[in-house]
């Protein structure tokens, strides 16, 4: 005899899901006047840590940059790759050295980061947007001149400093609807190519182009004032308070040069830098799009109050 199983409410099981009616509609609600703020606006987002390597957080970052892209914002991606460029050298049996937490960069090296940023990172991301039903080009800063580089130290080799951008060809993609995704390759007036910082490229990106925000994906909650503590964190700072914190010695270590990073951004430019943790699914749709918050959001002195009071400024 055959039992008749009992009928579904499908209500209670889209409620359970977390998929209502009332909740998609009050997400859309609450995302609607942050679309309307920045509809045309840029936003450079400097792609790194688990995001780059973890399958459905790199997923999720492209379905993250692709919406915004939909929905009128202007995305550029800035990528680097240091743990897959170290894993090819290790493959190929090269030493590698480093210096002050940078890779020593002979020209051998330096190939070897060409390809990996380049011929494979910089198509990967592409590929994942794509796939997501964007129009995105990959580019590296030596085309059209995009990045002027110069050498850091001798002692490093072929690692190099923004000198000067040039962002023409990135306003060109940007007009027509593309996404560009940067290798941060640079070189000088030479020729010379040089491996350049993917957060140093990100800062001077966003300056030159004067993005509303730029945002670093990391594998931290954000800047915290006990990194013991994650009730420690800084929402909301400014460019003059993070140099304080940096001079007093709150700020140390591999911090440093993100936060230099987010200084140089809103010094050179930008309306505002945010440290995200990438960790976190969706989380430029957090950022951006609701008045939840997330990581550390920093302006310049005299900037004003930001569309909610979603961030809050630490003195």
């Known amino acids: 005899m055959t039992t008749t199983p009992p009928p579904v409410d499908t209500n209670e099981v889209i409620a359970l899901r977390g998929f209502s009616p009332e909740q998609r509609a009050g997400a859309l609600i609450?995302?609607?006047?942050?679309?309307?703020?920045?509809?045309?606006?840029?936003?450079?987002?400097?792609?790194?840590?688990?995001?780059?390597?973890?399958?459905?957080?790199?997923?999720?970052?492209?379905?993250?940059?692709v919406?915004?892209?939909?929905?009128?914002?202007?995305?550029?991606?800035?990528?680097?790759?240091?743990?897959?460029?170290?894993?090819?050298?290790?493959?190929?049996?090269?030493?590698?050295?480093?210096?002050?937490?940078?890779?020593?960069?002979?020209?051998?090296?330096?190939?070897?980061?060409?390809?990996?940023?380049v011929g494979k990172v910089g198509r990967d991301i592409v590929a994942a947007l794509n796939t997501q039903g964007a129009a995105a080009v990959g580019i590296s800063g030596e085309d059209a001149g995009l990045i002027l580089a110069a050498a850091r130290n001798p002692d490093l080799g072929f690692v190099g400093d923004v000198v000067d951008v040039k962002v023409d060809i990135i306003q060109r993609l940007l007009h027509e609807r593309f996404i560009p995704v940067v290798s941060t390759i640079g070189s000088d007036g030479k020729g010379q190519a040089y491996n350049i910082n993917a957060d140093s490229v990100a800062a001077a990106l966003a300056g030159a182009l004067e993005a509303e925000k730029v945002i670093y994906l990391t594998d931290i909650a954000g800047l915290m004032m006990d990194v013991e503590d994650p009730a420690s964190i800084i929402a909301r700072s400014t460019v003059s308070h993070l140099e304080e914190l940096r001079r007093s010695g709150v700020i140390s270590g591999g911090m440093v040069p993100k936060v230099q990073a987010c200084i140089d951004a809103v010094?050179?430019?930008?309306?505002?830098?945010?440290?995200?943790?990438?960790?976190?699914?969706?989380?430029?749709?957090?950022?951006?799009?609701?008045?939840?918050?997330?990581?550390?959001?920093?302006?310049?002195?005299?900037?004003?109050?930001?569309?909610s009071d979603h961030h809050h400024e630490v003195s």
């Not at 800035?78 to 170290?86: K, R």
């Not at 002050?100 to 020209?107: E, P, Q, S």
């Open 67 to 117: 919406l915004l892209r939909s929905v009128g914002l202007q995305p550029v991606v800035v990528h680097g790759g240091g743990p897959q460029i170290g894993a090819l050298l290790k493959r190929l049996g090269k030493e590698t050295e480093f210096r002050d937490g940078l890779r020593v960069t002979d020209a051998e090296t330096l190939d070897v980061a060409r390809m990996v940023l």
């Open 30 to 65: 609450e995302a609607l006047p942050y679309i309307q703020r920045f509809r045309r606006a840029i936003v450079v987002v400097k792609l790194g840590g688990n995001a780059m390597v973890d399958p459905d957080l790199f997923r999720t970052f492209a379905e993250d940059i």
């Open 267 to 307: 010094k050179g430019g930008a309306g505002s830098a945010h440290m995200l943790d990438g960790r976190i699914p969706h989380v430029l749709l957090l950022e951006l799009f609701t008045d939840a918050g997330i990581g550390t959001m920093v302006t310049s002195d005299d900037a004003p109050e930001p569309l």
